[in-house]
């Protein structure tokens, strides 16, 4: 009976050995299988994205190619961001009615309910835990739609994407490069057009749209909540200037330097007015259960974000150039990279820190343009300001070859017709109302005034861009926003095309004079002295003290230097000594005083800075050919 009981004992542990060896080996084969499965996944997945890379690559390559050739036969009438669109919008029709890659969606379970939408989900499957993480929201009507293009879903890039990777290049290259001479003659005009004219272009635009919203409601074709906050973010992002085709006829055709300095220093600043003024705006937020509703105390709040954020970027944006005190001289690869580096950060230390990362990257590249690039080794210099116009050019076209693609690709279109035509006359009456009334006031203390052909153009100027489509896409997920992305989309396309396009004409309409030499005309004008005492006048004391303080302090202790600074304009040389004390001298403005030679400072292009035997070159006009007197010509 023991044997018996024993055979059965061991009878009975092999079959039990069976089983666990065959579910072993079963889960063995399941779990080889879905590595398998995953590894197939992730190559196509792989190839899709090298696909979908190479597509904007090609589109790049072609509008390059374009370029040249419009700029061989001078064709002026399409710039290359408006080629760019264009070839984005071909590519748009392509995928979308012409190629599908269908999503797999043959294991998705719909049967999943749980009480919140969590951001990450743990899978329990047969003791083995999945993480999912959330990708976007799907209506109840999408479910049966699910299986859709999965090409397009690829190349919706992430918002971030933009404003961490081709946004930065893009504001740092306007700083960098910026013509700080006529720059600062017009700086109270540009202040002017940039900070008030942006809130009266956005509480315009905000009210009329506002209005519009509300005949909407009326007439039953609004399809979802549109409150006043919207139409005040919606009056913010397309606030923002770009008029980078009109600027880039402007420079080819040589037109007015003020002209040129009021639309550049307008857009650069107004980016930034138009960026904070948004998260304001969304920050807007009164207490008790109508989150909408007009409230004192919630506005000034608002406002003192405003000044908060704005202030707070600034002063992030000035400090990190200053501390960008290279002594790499001798590595000049070491040294470019390091100054690369410390500039792209500037835009996500803030942004950590809760500040506008756009504010404080422009103000980081004015700074280091006025004090980093004179410690940087020649080479560098060249090889800085090459590598980040080679950043902003790529990013740019990149942005508007991507908006034609857009409004193909993106799947949340909303389109109203009525919304449309009401966002095209705010627009349009939002920047006549910053323009107009603000250079009527800009007239009454300025010596030489804004003449109405210059007003006109600066109207027509107005367009909107890569700012305006990066703030428009960074939130779509409510019918309110996916409204004004739409909107905003045929905005853009319309400005750079017609108010882009027809920038040569609108100048021969307004006869506004091209190819004029503003070197030659300063140096006829300085001679006479006229020049000096027109820029006196014109630039404002807190900069003439600013000035004086730079000069005295700053400069000496920023620019590689323990004692002595020469600064040579020509034949006139302005020593600084450690004390801070500064004298003048040269042939052509002997006994000239300390006011005059910041007026000089303002208004000759090139300098050189001659500061313990090492020739250095103050960029204060890149573009300028050195100064030279017609009376007494430059000593090298």
């Known amino acids: 009976c023991l044997m018996l009981h024993s055979r059965f004992l061991g009878y009975l542990c092999a079959i039990l050995f069976g089983i666990i060896l065959f579910n072993y080996r079963a889960l063995s084969e399941d779990s080889a299988m879905e590595n398998i499965v995953t590894e197939k996944k992730a190559e196509e997945s792989h190839r899709q994205d090298s696909a979908d890379l190479l597509i904007f690559i090609l589109l790049l390559t072609l509008t390059i190619l374009t370029i040249w050739l419009f700029k061989h036969r001078r064709f002026r009438f399409l710039h290359e961001t408006g080629l760019a669109m264009i070839y984005g919008l071909l590519v748009g029709v392509v995928l979308r009615y012409g190629i599908h890659v269908p999503r797999d969606v043959s294991n998705v379970n719909l049967n999943c309910h749980v009480n919140a939408s969590p951001a990450t989900l743990l899978v329990d499957v047969r003791g083995k835990f999945y993480e999912y993480t959330l990708k976007r929201v799907i209506s109840a009507n999408e479910v049966d739609d699910l299986q859709d293009n999965e090409m397009l879903r690829k190349v919706t890039f992430d918002p971030e994407v933009f404003f961490n990777i081709l946004l930065p290049p893009i504001i740092f290259h306007a700083g960098y490069s910026l013509k700080r001479r006529h720059f600062f003659r017009n700086m109270g005009s540009i202040l002017a057009y940039a900070f008030l004219g942006t809130v009266i272009s956005c509480f315009i635009i905000g009210l009329l749209m506002y209005g519009c919203v509300m005949l909407m409601k009326q007439v039953g074709q609004l399809g979802g909540d549109f409150f006043f906050t919207d139409c005040l973010f919606f009056g913010a992002i397309v606030s923002a200037t770009d008029p980078v085709t009109v600027l880039a006829i402007f420079n080819e055709l040589q037109v007015d330097a003020d002209l040129y300095a009021l639309l550049f220093g307008e857009s650069v600043l ?9 998260s304001s705006i969304v920050a807007y937020q009164p207490e008790g259960d109508n989150s909408h509703t007009f409230e004192v105390m919630a506005m000034l709040k608002s406002f003192g974000i405003f000044l908060g954020v704005f202030s707070g970027s600034f002063a992030l944006g000035v400090a990190t150039g200053i501390v960008t005190f290279t002594k790499l001289r001798d590595f000049q690869l070491l040294e470019t990279a390091l100054f690369f580096l410390m500039s792209w950060s500037t835009f996500l230390l803030a942004e950590a820190c809760g500040f506008t990362g756009v504010v404080a990257v422009l103000f980081c590249g004015i700074t280091q343009a006025h004090y980093t690039f004179n410690n940087l080794s020649p080479e560098s210099q060249d090889r800085t300001k090459q590598l980040f116009e080679l950043l902003n050019f790529l990013a740019e076209n990149f942005i508007f070859s991507y908006m034609g693609l857009t409004l193909f690709t993106f799947q949340n279109h909303v389109f109203n017709p009525m919304f449309i035509v009401g966002a095209f006359l705010a627009v349009f009456l939002g920047r006549a109302a910053n323009i107009y009334p603000l250079s009527l006031l800009l007239n009454l203390g300025r010596r030489n005034k804004i003449r109405s052909n210059f007003q006109h153009m600066m109207m027509f100027a107005g367009l909107r861009g890569a700012m305006t489509f990066a703030l428009s896409i960074r939130d779509t997920a409510t019918y309110a926003r996916q409204m004004m992305f739409s909107t905003t989309l045929l905005v853009v396309f319309f400005t750079v095309w017609i108010c882009g396009g027809g920038t040569t004409q609108m100048l021969s309409c307004q006869h506004i004079r091209v190819g004029v030499d503003s070197d030659q005309d300063n140096s006829m004008s300085i001679a006479e002295g006229s020049e000096r005492r027109s820029t006196k006048q014109e630039s404002a004391w807190l900069f003439r003290i600013w000035y ?35 004298t003048s001298g040269g042939p052509a403005f002997a006994g000239a005083t300390s006011s005059e030679d910041l007026d000089r400072e303002l208004t000759y292009g090139d300098h050189e800075l001659v500061m313990r035997g090492t020739r250095l070159v103050l960029p204060m006009d890149d573009s300028e050919p050195p100064f030279t007197d017609p009376h007494n010509r430059l000593r090298m």
Do not use: E
Request: hydrophobic share 35%; charged share 15%.
């Open 548 to 582: 004086n303080f730079d000069h005295n302090y700053l400069k000496p202790i920023l620019t590689h230097s323990d004692g002595d600074i020469n600064l040579t304009y020509g034949d006139i040389t302005v020593s600084t000594d450690a004390t801070g004390a500064h």
């Open 270 to 278: 107004n980016d930034a007015v138009a960026v904070v003024l948004s």
